[in-house]
């Protein structure tokens, strides 16, 4: 008897270690079902499409500064995704909750919260492709990017207007006239003005680094003159034969210090223009005036694409020191003054 209550004894420890270590796997198993009901809970949200239609296409727009909740409620706004306290968990466990990308982007059918969020982080927004004609000055290429892209128009005349803007871009002058290279570029919605600034000036140093490659030795001018002679030919003509001609027409009138008498440069230096320059605007003598000043303006008068810069940088070899329009497009080269007169009298009296 004595030896049963002894097996007794220890045996009843045993059967309290085995329920306890039932009771452990019993929690870990509920644990690791609750977990697995969260995680495909939380997986089937991830992964599951939208509630865009198939067919439908849709563009939504994040402005800058939003929230994880403020673009959450506008994506389910417009039904790509659904309303979730999934959507802010998944931003944080993919690592994007701050790094959605402001812009305007474009969604086609249905797509998963982890699809829409990939695209806010990589910042896959929908390019504008503008284009940027030959000729235009800073408030007309303002007047352009406000239309096509809605920059700030008055923020970016003060950036290609403001001196410290200016030095930092390397440059120096009053504004970044004539360094905002005419080209079709692909802007996003909003598109940040010193961007748009600096895209254009480095487009501009490119073209004008291959013009230089292209030439036999050093250029006799400054790359500030031939900027500014450049603006002064793209506005004289449009015809890209005559460039080369126009350009040798201004050059040699420089070499002989004579005015260059420049109608376009006069119309840029007036604060108001109605489209009729009168004798008077002739005499008035501002720094863009070349009937008043000798030597160049002070500076571009519009921003000169390449085949202006390069007529400036390879003139024609013309001793033409007078050119009138013939009305249609052209122009009539003279050597002298009674030449000039007779061309003048014929076309425009």
């Not at 959605?100 to 829409?116: D, I, M, W």
């Not at 000169?304 to 009305?327: I, Q, T, W």
Request: charged residues 25%; positive net charge; glycine residues 6%.
């Amino acid at each position: 008897m004595e030896e049963n209550n002894e097996s007794s004894v220890i045996q009843e420890p045993r059967k309290k270690t085995v329920k306890w270590l039932w009771w452990i796997i019993y929690a870990v198993a509920v644990q690791i079902v609750v977990f697995l009901a969260v995680y495909f809970w939380f997986l089937n949200y991830a992964d599951s499409p939208g509630p865009l239609a198939f067919e439908q296409k849709t563009k939504v727009v994040i402005p800058p500064g939003s929230s994880l909740g403020v673009i959450q409620q506008l994506l389910a706004e417009q039904k790509i995704v659904n309303p979730d306290m999934r959507f802010d968990l998944l931003a944080r466990k993919m690592g994007v909750d701050q790094q959605l990308r402001a812009g305007e982007y474009f969604f086609s059918g249905p797509v998963s919260p982890r699809q829409v969020l990939a695209k806010l982080a990589k910042g896959d927004v929908i390019l504008h492709p503008v284009t940027i004609p030959e000729g235009v000055n800073i408030y007309q290429l303002a007047d352009i990017l406000t239309e096509k892209c809605q920059v700030d128009r008055r923020h970016f005349l003060d950036l290609v207007t403001d001196p410290d803007f200016i030095k930092k871009t390397g440059m120096a002058g009053e504004s970044l006239e004539g360094y905002l290279f005419p080209d079709t570029y692909h802007f996003v919605h909003s598109q940040d003005e010193g961007k748009i600034i600096k895209m254009m000036m480095d487009r501009f140093s490119q073209v004008y680094d291959e013009l230089l490659a292209a030439l036999p030795g050093a250029p006799s001018m400054t790359r500030h003159q031939v900027v500014i002679l450049a603006s002064i030919v793209e506005k004289e003509t449009g015809m890209a034969k005559e460039r080369p001609v126009i350009a040798a027409v201004f050059l040699n009138r420089l070499r002989k210090k004579m005015f260059l008498q420049a109608d376009p440069t006069v119309i840029y230096g007036l604060k108001k223009f109605d489209g009729n320059l009168t004798r008077r605007d002739l005499r008035n003598p501002t720094p863009y005036n070349t009937y008043q000043r000798k030597g160049l303006p002070a500076g571009p008068i519009c921003n000169p694409g390449r085949e202006a810069l390069a007529a400036v940088l390879h003139p024609a070899e013309e001793d033409y020191l007078y050119f009138v329009s013939r009305n249609d497009g052209s122009h009539y080269f003279s050597k002298s003054l009674t030449e000039h007169n007779r061309a003048v009298y014929r076309f425009q009296k």
